[in-house]
């Protein structure tokens, strides 16, 4: 299954259970040139917060949405134990890595060096990013299709669906715990929620123009035209290029020649 289609199979499992449970969805913008509004600021001045890091047609992702999804992404790295105190998602601080190496040399066995450290860190952190960015661009991939479509859900559908999910999902005190440990909002699993229900949406008008395929065909092909038509207007600034950029190149081969 493809990070597109975990975000739009409406079947696999409900948006709020998913986006608990370790985001597992892999899974807001102006005009002018795309590739002239994505622009860094220093991460210590001001402007910093609402540098657009990704573009995807009208709608951007700021750095201050990426950091707090990453903090997300770092407390949902591991399922949270099920009793007992809540561990502090680690902290990663690149480039240079230092308190996760600290962390690690606190923790990890003896005999590996600090680079051996540090290359693990940037490995993981690489990880998070991955999920992360997979999560917010496919998640507007779909807004934006939906409103080229005409299609919506209001606020007040998307807190019904929530609602009704979390009430035959958890109890009062099994939500809380699961909120608190992957760091999430209310407002970030009702995003996840609106993700899902569109996707539902789209894929049920794609359906009705391929009548005579399977449901997993139909799904399949619905990624692939998803990803063909949003790939080239997803812009993302250096240090933040993923598969889902039009940027991203695929690495060469180490026995490429």
């Not at 696999?12 to 913008?29: D, K, N, R, W």
């Not at 952190?125 to 991939?141: D, K």
């Amino acid at each position: 299954m493809t990070r597109t289609e975990s975000n739009i199979r409406c079947r696999v499992a409900p948006a709020l259970v998913a986006a608990l449970v370790g985001l597992t969805l892999s899974a807001c913008g102006g005009g002018g040139s795309p590739d002239a509004a994505i622009q860094h600021g220093d991460a210590r001045s001001g402007r910093a917060a609402s540098t657009v890091i990704v573009r995807v047609g009208g709608s951007t992702v700021t750095r201050l949405m990426y950091d707090h999804w990453m903090t997300i992404g770092a407390a949902t790295v591991t399922a949270p134990p099920a009793r007992g105190a809540l561990l502090k998602p680690l902290a990663y601080e690149p480039p240079a890595f230092a308190a996760c190496v600290a962390h690690l040399q606190a923790s990890a066995r003896r005999g590996r060096t600090a680079a051996q450290l540090k290359a693990a860190c940037k490995e993981t952190y690489a990880g998070i990013q991955a999920r992360i960015l997979a999560f917010l661009i496919t998640g507007y991939w779909l807004r934006e299709q939906a409103a080229e479509q005409g299609q919506t859900v209001t606020p007040v559908e998307v807190r019904k669906k929530f609602d009704e999910e979390r009430r035959a999902h958890y109890t009062a005190a099994s939500f809380r715990r699961l909120r608190e440990a992957s760091r999430q909002t209310v407002p970030d699993l009702e995003f996840a929620e609106q993700t899902q229900m569109l996707s539902t949406k789209l894929v049920e008008d794609f359906t009705k123009t391929h009548p005579h395929e399977t449901e997993a065909a139909t799904i399949a092909t619905f990624n692939r035209t998803i990803r063909a038509t949003w790939l080239s207007r997803t812009h993302c600034a250096s240090g933040y290029v993923v598969p889902d950029c039009k940027q991203y190149r695929r690495p060469k081969s180490a026995t490429s020649k």
